[in-house]
Each structure stands twice: as structure tokens, then as C-alpha cells.
């Protein structure tokens, strides 16, 4: 059976924009609910040639099909040829620029399905008409940028508060019933640092950033997996090796961490994000050689003094982006046994640890908000990441065929650094590009008076690496 889908969406970007967005196939998964995963296959550069792998979301079955891009003219039109065992299709993008910033776009899908015949195309039109002007509304939601952040919504406190609704979402299901899912936002001529961008969610945000344009500093304890890292950057977003930057180091050790910060600060007179993503769930109590629980160092010690000390550099429009972690609403902060000395379990100074990193995001948010940093948290639900593999194989092995992969669960952290309607939105914690409360269960929240008590503890560890007067450019005095 042969047919033919066309529509026209007017949408309010630039034609240059809209074109390198739609040149990368792949982000077809962030605008066409009736694709579940889209990935480049051919490494490097976008060009004529380039194949896409997609797994097409069909009545709940996930069906494989190869793109390739047969024409590429130059911010005019795109198209490309899909197969599968059932299904050839040959689709045609034209662009055509009404005005600087309100770009037409023309979708044509002309589509032989194998093995329908063609009787019945009177009752299969409507369904596949429905079909085609899904996408082309969630091409137009992923390309326009949003006015103003999105809303609290009335109905997402409620399931927060009833705890398992809202768990349920933390599966890859809430990823793909968010309205919007498009990343189209550019970042040239910004800076990133990442940390943990190895492998997991920080290997997939480092990705992303990289195709949005950003430059990439890229810390991590492992030269070796740092420039695997690097060449995967580049086969995913196409950029050349000059836009990623490697910083070795132990983020355990907060010597080393504050060396990193002041070779980032020596380095770059600017950073435009910072995402301390890097993350350690040990089975046992360990020790570092500074003499802290491994846990504590690596997911609160370590962000704090960064994100302390690389203040300067990210005044005047900065973005923190600080990944923490579901687990957190199960947990309080013991401020009587922060390094666990009394009793430990792994998940449970995990959660402690995340959680005081989400307290110390929202009070460092009201400090530095008078100086253009815009702090935030997040957590990306429940991720299949190496991470979770070798830390939580139970709940790994039982929840695997729900799990997120890697690169839903970094959404919220690139939407977070990227989207221009953020701006000046600051203190929040994040999911699913939600707001959402910190605290659902009672016993977890921490009151004003112990949540500074938290800040002042922190603050004392790391008072030894924080210079005491650090200046800019001007000799001016900056905070640190």
C-alpha cells in the first residue's frame, strides 16, 4: 500500500536554526511521539550519506528502521530514505524563510507499507493522517522557545505528596509523556564543565551539550576514559576535537578538586554552566586520605567546593546544575553523623548526602542571586546507567525493563543549562523539566535554622580550600 502525508507548520525560529536541528535526524525521538529512540550510526559530521537508527514506537511494540539522508541543500531541504521489514519511506523537508525569525517547514512522507494491501488505505488514512500531524505539532512545540518557565502544576504536587504515583513516573514512562521534549536551544560560544561525564548520564549530557554547540570541560578521574569520552562526544555531535577540554582528577579528594577549580579559574575568564554530576554509591564505609566518608566527599563535599570556588567565572548570567537523586525524599540529613561514623548504609548515606546537596543548592540560590547565578538541582528518575548496574544490581535486574536509559535521564540537566526562558529562574529542584517539592515524607525536610546549621558544617570542611580574597580582572574583591 502506497500513501502520501504532507503538512506545512509555520514556526517562529530562524530557517538556519531550524535546518541545523532537522540536518541531525536523530532528534526525530524529541519530536515524534512515534519514535521511541533515534540514534547517528555514522560517526563525525552530519553529511549526505549519514545513517540514523530509529526503533519506531508501534501499538506498544518497538519496531527497528535505518534512516539515511540522500540531499542536504543548504538550509533549502533534507531527504532522506527509511526501510524496515515492512515499511519504505521517503521523506522530504523544505524550508522556506518568511521573516528572520518565522521559518516554514514542509513535511512530506510518501510511504509504501509492505504487505497492506491497498484496499485497506480508506481505513488506514485517518489513523496515519493523525499520525503525521503529531509529529509535525511536536517539531513545532521542540523548535519555538518558550516565553516563561513551565508552570507548577496543581496536579504534579498532588501525586508528590502521594509518593508512588509519583514513583511510577520516575520509570521511563514520565519521560515520554512530557509534552515537550525538544532540546533545540544553541549554546555556541558557551562553556560547560561537567564532571562524571564518562560514562551514564554525564557521558549523555556532555553529548548533548556538544551538539547544541557548547564547549566542553570534561573532569574526571580517569585520563584514559576521559579521551574515550572526548571521541564519543565528537562521533555524537560532529564537532571537532578543539571544543572539548580534559581535567584529570579525584573528586574524593577536595585538594584535588580545589587544584581543578583553580586551573578552570586560571584557564577560562568565563563558565556559562557548571554540572556536578559526578556520583559514588559505596556497599561499605570507606575512607578518603583527607580523612572523609567516600559517599559525603564525592556527592556533597566535592560539588559544594566546586561550585564555591568556581563563582567568580560564572557570575553575570551562570547556571549551576547540581544531579542528585530520587532516593533523597526517602531520607533526612543526620547532622549528628555526617560522615557515618556510627552506622552506615550505602543507599542511606546516599540519600543523606543528595539531599544536603538539594538544601545547600536552594540557600546558596538566595545568595547568589543578586549576582546572576542561577542555581538548581535536579534527579533524572530511575536510569539504567553503569552506576546503578554495579551499585544497585537488585534493583537494577528488577526494574530493567522500565528503567530509563542514560540519555532520558540527562534531559532536565542539558533543558536546565540550555533553555533561555530559564533565565533568572533559580533555587529549584527538577524533574521531568517540573518543579517539584523536595520534601513529600514527614522527618526529611530540614528546618531553616538546621538547614544552616548544614551550610556552616560544609562550610568548615572546606574553609581550608576556599582562598579567603580571591580578585577578578579589576582587582576587585569577589566572593568565593
Not at 22 to 44: M, N
Not at 98 to 110: F, G, Q, S, V
Amino acid at each position: 500500500m502506497k500513501v502520501t502525508l504532507k503538512e506545512t507548520i509555520v514556526v517562529r525560529r530562524s530557517l538556519t536554526d531550524c535546518y541545523r536541528y532537522l540536518k541531525d535526524f536523530s532528534t526525530i525521538e524529541q519530536w515524534d511521539p512515534g519514535v521511541y529512540r533515534a540514534e547517528k550510526s555514522t560517526p563525525g559530521p552530519v553529511a549526505v550519506g549519514s545513517e540514523f537508527e530509529l526503533v519506531l514506537n508501534l501499538s506498544g511494540k518497538r519496531v527497528p528502521m535505518t534512516y539515511r539522508l540522500l540531499e542536504a541543500e543548504n538550509e533549502q531541504s533534507l531527504v532522506l530514505e527509511g526501510v524496515n521489514k515492512t515499511l519504505h519511506a521517503l521523506d522530504t523537508l523544505t524550508f522556506n524563510a518568511i521573516e528572520a525569525e518565522l521559518t516554514e517547514i514542509t513535511y512530506e512522507a510518501r510511504l509504501t507499507l509492505k504487505h497492506v494491501p491497498q484496499l485497506a488505505r480508506p481505513a488506514m488514512m485517518p489513523v496515519l493522517n493523525r499520525v503525521g500531524k503529531k509529529a509535525v505539532n511536536g517539531l513545532k512545540a521542540a523548535l519555538e522557545r518558550p516565553a516563561r518557565p513551565p508552570r507548577w502544576r496543581a496536579g504534579s504536587y498532588l501525586k508528590d505528596r502521594l509518593v508512588l504515583p509519583a514513583a511510577l513516573d520516575f520509570t521511563e514512562r514520565g519521560y515520554l509523556n512530557q509534552a515537550n521534549r525538544g532540546l533545540s536551544q544553541f549554546m555556541d560560544g558557551k562553556t560547560v564543565v561537567i564532571t562524571g561525564p564518562t560514562s551514564g548520564l554525564g557521558l549523555a549530557a556532555a553529548s548533548e551539550f556538544s551538539r547544541l554547540g557548547a564547549k566542553l570541560v570534561l573532569v574526571g578521574r580517569n585520563s584514559e576514559r576521559l579521551e574515550q569520552a572526548s571521541r564519543e562526544i565528537q562521533d555524537f555531535s560532529g564537532r571537532a576535537d578543539d571544543h572539548v577540554e580534559i581535567v584529570e582528577a579525584e573528586l574524593s579528594l577536595l585538594s584535588e578538586v580545589s587544584r581543578v577549580a583553580d586551573q578552570i579559574l586560571t584557564s577560562h575568564d568565563r563558565i556559562d554552566v557548571l554540572v556536578n554530576n559526578a556520583g559514588v554509591l559505596p556497599l561499605e564505609r570507606q575512607v578518603t586520605e583527607e580523612g572523609h566518608e567516600l559517599t559525603l566527599a564525592v556527592n556533597l563535599l566535592a560539588p559544594v567546593l566546586l561550585m564555591r570556588k568556581l563563582a567568580p567565572v560564572l557570575a553575570d548570567g551562570g547556571r549551576v546544575v547540581n544531579v542528585a537523586s530520587g532516593g533523597m525524599y526517602l531520607s533526612g540529613v543526620n547532622l549528628g553523623d555526617m560522615q557515618s561514623e556510627r552506622s552506615f548504609d550505602g543507599s542511606r548515606a546516599y540519600a543523606q548526602a543528595k539531599r544536603a546537596l538539594v538544601t545547600l543548592t536552594e540557600l546558596y540560590a538566595l545568595e547568589w542571586k543578586c549576582e546572576g547565578i542561577d542555581c538548581n538541582s535536579m534527579h533524572p528518575g530511575w536510569a539504567a546507567t553503569p552506576g546503578v548496574a554495579k551499585s544497585l544490581p537488585a534493583f537494577n535486574k528488577a526494574l530493567s525493563s522500565r528503567l530509563r536509559d542514560a540519555k532520558m535521564g540527562a534531559d532536565t540537566i542539558v533543558w536546565l543549562a540550555a533553555s533561555a526562558e530559564l533565565s533568572g529562574s533559580t533555587g529549584g529542584f527538577w524533574f521531568d523539566r517540573q518543579r517539584h517539592p523536595i520534601s513529600v515524607l514527614p522527618g526529611t525536610e530540614l528546618s531553616p535554622r538546621r538547614a544552616r546549621a548544614l551550610q556552616v558544617w560544609v562550610e568548615g570542611v572546606l574553609a581550608p580550600f576556599i582562598e579567603a580574597s580571591s580578585r577578578n580582572g579589576d582587582g576587585e574583591l569577589v566572593y568565593g
